[in-house]
């Protein structure tokens, strides 16, 4: 480790290496300092909510048996779970934001997640399209319209709920989803006129910056959860963040 005289603040800063980890610079006193972050809770279902669970839950627990007994499928149940698969990888500009919303809590529902990881296999197409989801780029893309603008933060937080259930139901899938969100993390610090400090918070008079920093929080919120629930994820998670770190050689702050 090296290190680098900061004007700003007259001391001596360590900076990071390509063969070290930003957690390796860090003293047990310092790590034990990083702040502990909330996810938002879930708000409460939407009045036509019950419909799109109904849905969601027939769709995959018929594809689930007919695929188990070895009988040919229901032709409308089949395209009700392509429907749900082509909802979910519709374009950021044509995402229908209320169904979007519903599908991701109706995945959270009664023995969703069970049914699909007893068998990931058959329900690879939908877990990949649901690790995939564009969720960062809608918002981006959607923030300014003022009738997609109430839907966006929930969506985001119940993407997060969904990664956080994901990895408590099948752990296999706690690397991609740390993969998931240490892009999500990336995408948000690399954002025109974001500036952004690993730990520190954003310059509280730069609005931009505060938004980003708070949807970093989010992902900080997931991963801690997630380490929370499944302890052995912090193994899949330094590799992750020592292959990625995105500020490699420059001052640690």
């Known amino acids: 480790m090296t290190a680098e005289r ?12 390509q063969s070290q ?5 860090l003293s047990n006193k310092e790590i034990g300092n990083v702040p502990q972050y909330v996810l938002p809770p879930l708000k409460a279902l939407p009045a036509d909510y019950m419909q799109i669970e109904t849905f969601v839950k027939t769709a995959i627990f018929t594809k689930q048996n007919t695929c188990s007994s070895g009988k040919g499928a229901n032709n409308t ?3 009700h779970y392509r429907a749900i698969v082509d909802n979910l990888r519709a374009s950021p ?5 209320p169904l979007l919303y519903k599908l991701l809590r109706a995945f959270q529902g009664s023995q969703v997640l069970a049914t699909i990881f007893s068998n990931f296999q058959m329900h690879n ?4 399209t649901i690790l995939k989801l564009d ?41 991609p989803v740390f993969e ?6 990336l995408f948000v610090i690399r954002e025109p006129g974001v500036s952004l400090s690993f730990f520190g918070p954003a310059d509280q008079n730069d609005e931009k910056s505060l938004a980003a920093q708070r949807k970093v929080n989010k992902v900080h919120a997931v991963i801690q959860k997630v380490v929370l629930l499944v302890p052995k994820a912090k193994m899949e998670l330094f590799p992750l963040i020592s292959s990625r770190y995105p500020f490699m050689g420059h001052p640690f702050h």
């Open 21 to 25: 980890s930003p957690i390796s610079v």
């Open 135 to 175: 969720v960062l780029p809608i918002y981006y893309m959607r923030q300014n319209n003022e009738t997609d603008k109430v839907w966006l933060d929930d969506i985001l937080d119940c993407y997060y709920h969904l990664l956080v259930a994901v990895c408590s139901a099948n752990s296999t899938f706690i690397h």
């Open 180 to 185: 998931v969100l240490i892009k999500h993390i």
């Open 125 to 128: 197409n939908l877990i990949h």
């Open 93 to 97: 500009a044509q995402t229908d934001l």
């Open 6 to 17: 900061s004007d700003s603040h007259n001391q001596i800063v360590p900076m990071v290496t």
């Open 77 to 79: 149940r089949s395209q």
